[in-house]
């Protein structure tokens, strides 16, 4: 499968010219952009890991070209997306997020039904990859 | 900011009122002192109702209205009776008046222009005391402005046309229970519209089949399904047959997609308490949100904008029956009224038009509904139907919707006259298409993520638009196939709504 989580997911992967396209229209807009990556695409897992903090007074998209693939270096089987956050006032949250980076093989999602009175069921979703310790998920 | 430094400013100096005629609307013609209570009847204009040279207050309430008097009646006569008969008049001078401070209570139009281009029509703008209103009550607010004064004799046709809602009677409201920026964090999506599908057929589907049509859609790739407005709970489909398989779609396609997703479950029922049964129901089973419709009514929606806000739920509103009063240009309520107000109770997505759209809805008149929706502050805009400066005072934003008769071939137009904080819902667009309702779904994705991807680019996306999507298409089959099967439909009607004021070229630009 493929986690269609983020801006782009439906299109093919994103080439480092159209990644440092989308920075620069996110650092023009004046938002902060900032490098995550994960071993849990859980959709409710909000908080991927951090690669450092996000880049604040940035110009140049080159500078976090240059950071992501330190990123991939590390975590290149892993999921890493940018996000952008914009700090003005009735915002103050993220304006953007794509992934930029996917493990080889993504096996998806186990959805598991609790059967409960009333023909209600409890619905719990959890990742085939995490069923293995965090660091030894993809490969 | 006195009101005429605020109105003038912004009307073309050609249509303003002539001359003449705003002499003789120029002075107060209230009988004051002992004559004005004598028994008897006596015009409105001199009752109080006309003041012009009042300065509305910061915490005024300001009204304007489009007045059709009948032939003959005198404009400010008419507009003045608006202004009593919407405040503390009656149509005889009633002695009781003295036992109250009746002069504040006393709604007062300050100011009457012709139309432009509208022989017989005139603006009539009026201002009430923050006192004349309950806070925090948007029935109370409405039984006042048009509870009594819409079907008044002297009148041909009366509009509510727009309103100034002053920051002391916009913060005794909630606003939106959840608002655009928490909807996103939840639903986790940023950066693009959302995309959102009615399932088809509206009536008739059982709910195992329903669940099939909301499961398809969903895992093709929209972020939301919808109920239709209609959809409550019928002999073919019991309500709760409906929300459980909804809710089993909808989980399947979260588990096969690693997104969130979700399914409006329209809880519009009979009663307060059905209502609150359902919604207690959706919330049980996990659903991310709920519907209601606006026929319920405004105290109904105010309560379910209550209960949202308590348990975490996205409310969105279908703006059932809304036509039967806003479309007509010449009587009604317009539809930026219905929408200030809809903020205020606190839904969080309302239908606002498409302008490409089946239905009623020319761009600027949408685009002036559309800021109305997502700004912190609207300036007035008469080009856009907007004629007051408003102040929103940080209420949460409210997401509009556009639903009816779009398509994936129009998404450049669809971006750039609605922007990205709206829901585009493609019914017919992704159940009609022709290798299934999946496909549907993904063709639309696609095309969104493309032109997205492109305007981002900083590419003229708008005149490249059909380059785009047919690039975008090379690679993705449905999309190709929806842009061939729909490359024709357009609905190019003219339009009954549109604003009065053209922007003219001045010197100064």
């Not at chain 2, 002069?103 to 201002?127: L, T, W």
Request: glycine letters at 8%.
């Amino acid at each position: 499968m493929r986690v269609t989580q983020g801006c782009f997911s439906f299109l093919p992967d994103l080439t480092d010219e159209q990644i440092s396209r989308q920075v620069q229209y996110c650092l023009e807009q004046g938002w902060a952009v900032n490098i995550e990556f994960t071993d849990d695409p859980h959709p409710r897992n909000n908080f991927w890991e951090m690669w450092g903090l996000p880049m604040f007074d940035l110009r140049d998209a080159a500078g976090v070209m240059m950071e992501l693939n330190e990123c991939r270096k590390v975590y290149g089987n892993s999921y890493i997306r940018l996000s952008a956050f914009d700090s003005s006032h009735g915002w103050e949250s993220v304006r953007l997020s794509f992934i930029v980076n996917r493990p080889k093989d993504e096996p998806g999602f186990r959805l598991e039904r609790h059967e409960m009175a009333g023909r209600n069921i409890r619905y719990t979703t959890s990742s085939y990859a995490t069923d293995r310790p965090e660091g030894r998920r993809y490969g | 900011m006195p009101p005429n430094e605020l109105m003038t400013t912004t009307i073309p100096t050609s249509r303003r009122t002539p001359p003449e005629e705003s002499n003789m609307n120029m002075h107060s013609m209230t009988v004051r002192g002992k004559d004005r209570y004598k028994s008897g009847v006596l015009e409105y204009k001199k009752m109080g109702y006309w003041e012009p040279d009042y300065q509305p207050k910061d915490t005024d309430i300001i009204a304007l209205f489009r007045v059709t008097p009948q032939d003959g009646v005198d404009p400010v006569e008419a507009s003045a009776a608006v202004a009593g008969e919407s405040s503390t008049a009656t149509w005889t001078v009633v002695w009781t008046d003295r036992l109250t401070a009746a002069e504040k209570y006393r709604a007062k139009c300050f100011r009457v222009d012709p139309v432009p281009n509208s022989p017989g029509q005139y603006f009539a703008y009026i201002a009430y005391d923050l006192d004349l209103f309950e806070s925090g009550s948007i029935a109370n607010l409405s039984a006042s402005i048009i509870g009594n004064v819409f079907g008044f004799k002297p009148l041909k046709a009366l509009r509510l046309e727009d309103m100034r809602l002053p920051v002391a009677y916009v913060k005794t409201f909630q606003g939106p229970a959840t608002g655009i920026v928490v909807e996103r964090e939840r639903m986790d999506k940023f950066g693009r519209p959302l995309l959102g599908a009615t399932v088809k057929p509206k009536l008739g589907l059982s709910g195992r089949n329903y669940g099939r049509v909301v499961y398809e859609a969903l895992k093709g790739g929209l972020d939301f399904t919808k109920d239709d407005e209609n959809i409550n709970s019928q002999p073919f489909m019991h309500w709760r047959e409906r929300f459980l398989y909804c809710m089993e779609a909808v989980n399947k396609a979260q588990a096969a997609s690693g997104e969130i997703k979700g399914t409006y479950l329209n809880v519009t029922a009979g009663t307060m308490e059905d209502m609150y049964e359902r919604a207690e129901f959706a919330k049980e089973l996990g659903s991310v949100i709920i519907m209601i419709d606006l026929v319920i009514g405004y105290t109904a929606i105010q309560s379910m904008a209550k209960w949202a806000r308590r348990n975490d739920m996205i409310l969105h509103l279908h703006r059932a029956g809304h036509s039967t009063y806003t479309r007509q240009r010449s009587h009604g309520v317009s539809f930026r009224v219905i929408a200030k107000w809809m903020r205020l109770a606190g839904v969080d997505h309302i239908h606002a038009g498409t302008v490409v759209g089946k239905l009623e809805g020319d761009p600027a008149t949408t685009r002036g509904y559309y800021d109305i929706c997502r700004e912190d502050y609207n300036p007035a805009r008469l080009e856009h139907g907007v004629f007051f400066d408003q102040h929103w005072a940080s209420l949460n934003k409210l997401m509009p919707v556009a639903s009816g008769g779009i398509h994936a071939g129009q998404m450049h137009q669809l971006l750039d006259h609605l922007g990205e904080d709206v829901i585009l819902q493609f019914g017919g667009g992704t159940i009609g298409h022709p290798m299934g309702i999946q496909a549907g779904a993904t063709a639309n994705r696609v095309a969104l993520e493309a032109m997205i991807l492109a305007r981002n680019e900083g590419r003229d996306y708008l005149r490249e638009g059909p380059e785009i999507l047919a690039k975008a298409a090379e690679t993705c089959t449905p999309l190709k196939s929806a842009l061939e099967v729909w490359k024709d439909v357009t609905f190019n009607y003219e339009s009954t709504d549109m604003p009065d004021y053209v922007p003219t070229p001045s010197v100064a630009m």
